[in-house]
């Protein structure tokens, strides 16, 4: 193994293609070289979500996704509800002391999130990167998979280790970014990446007609108005999943598009049966999984157990660092 692995992601319920190239296929591929440490992140959920009714629902939905997906306890991953293991509270509460207040305000994720909800502007909202450095620090992880987009967080996260381990002693580990292919998915719609909110997604948990009906719906080249008209694959959603979905045949598709030989409900017809295809393992492991209605709780409580056998003593170092009596 080459270092522990730490990653969170908010419930956000059954989840969607966009989830499954951008995260939880990372999160599998992950768990051949590291110890790995995944985290539903119910606090991080708080700072935005005023409705929660829904949290404990969505969070066993997202669960037996991951399971079914192939993350897996029994090859040592710790899979736990970020609430679970109160230490984190603790810790991010003892970084906040090392984090410079302007540096919050800086943030341009802080900046972007006061754009998008400027009627919920909450504390947690302001604080969410220490929490996020709470979370990765309290696991000693030595690496954090990131996307380009979210190189900053693992910096600040950096920063504040130094900080800290400047100020009371040695403890905290300065993680390293595991820069992972998280691919951007398109939704339906064509324009914005897909997302629930937004109603432009596939969920993996489909049945294969539901898949079908919501690929039909998916926009392709504008410029295609006619059957004979020719297409342009490049600038195409459909034709950009093809490439994950349909390997063997995106030549042809390609080739075929720019000459019109093929028409654009073939093409997504294609694609449906081909994703559907792809996705008829996980589809009846996720069925198979779902007979066992304690399972995901299961999975949460034990994971959470060995979480805070790790959480625990790290926590104790930092009191003791600082010098708390
Ligand atoms: S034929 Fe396929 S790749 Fe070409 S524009 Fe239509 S859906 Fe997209």
């Not at 302007?102 to 009627?119: A, V």
């Not at 064509?190 to 998916?218: C, D, F, W, Y």
């Not at 108005?225 to 045949?249: K, M, T, W, Y």
Request: aromatic fraction near 8%; glycine fraction near 6%; charged fraction near 20%.
């Amino acid at each position: 193994m080459k270092g522990r692995v730490f990653s969170g992601a908010r419930p956000t319920g059954r989840q969607h293609l966009g989830n499954y190239l951008g995260a939880i296929q990372n999160y599998v591929a992950l768990q051949d070289d590291y110890e790995c440490v995944y985290c539903i992140v119910d606090w991080h959920a708080l700072t935005t979500l005023r409705d929660t009714e829904h949290l404990r629902e969505w969070t066993a939905e997202m669960v037996l996704d991951w399971l079914a997906a192939g993350m897996d306890p029994a090859r040592g991953t710790i899979i736990f509800v970020q609430s679970h293991v109160p230490e984190v509270t603790q810790l991010h509460l003892a970084l906040s002391m090392v984090t410079p207040f302007g540096k919050l305000e800086d943030l341009p994720t802080f900046k972007e999130k006061i754009r998008q909800q400027p009627d919920n502007v909450n504390y947690g909202l302001l604080g969410y990167p220490v929490l996020m450095a709470a979370d990765i620090t309290l696991y000693k992880a030595s690496h954090v998979p990131v996307g380009e987009d979210q190189a900053p967080h693992i910096e600040f996260t950096r920063e504040l280790v130094r900080s800290f381990n400047y100020h009371f002693g040695p403890v905290l580990v300065e993680p390293q970014a595991v820069h992972t292919a998280f691919r951007r998915v398109m939704g339906t719609d064509g324009a914005n990446k897909m997302s629930k909110s937004l109603n432009n997604h596939i969920e993996l948990a489909a049945t294969p007609e539901e898949t079908q009906a919501r690929v039909m719906t998916m926009v392709t080249d504008p410029a295609r108005q006619r059957r004979n008209d020719p297409g342009h694959p490049e600038i195409c959603n459909v034709f950009a999943l093809h490439q994950f979905f349909s390997p063997e045949q995106v030549a042809q598709i390609k080739a075929d598009c720019r000459s019109a030989a093929i028409g654009c409900v073939d093409c997504k017809k294609l694609f449906a049966k081909n994703l559907n295809a792809h996705l008829a393992p996980f589809r009846a492991r996720r069925a198979e999984l779902s007979t066992q209605p304690n399972l995901v709780w299961d999975v949460l409580a034990e994971g959470a157990r060995r979480a805070q056998a790790i959480a625990g003593p790290v926590l104790a170092e930092v009191k003791a660092a600082i010098g708390l009596p």
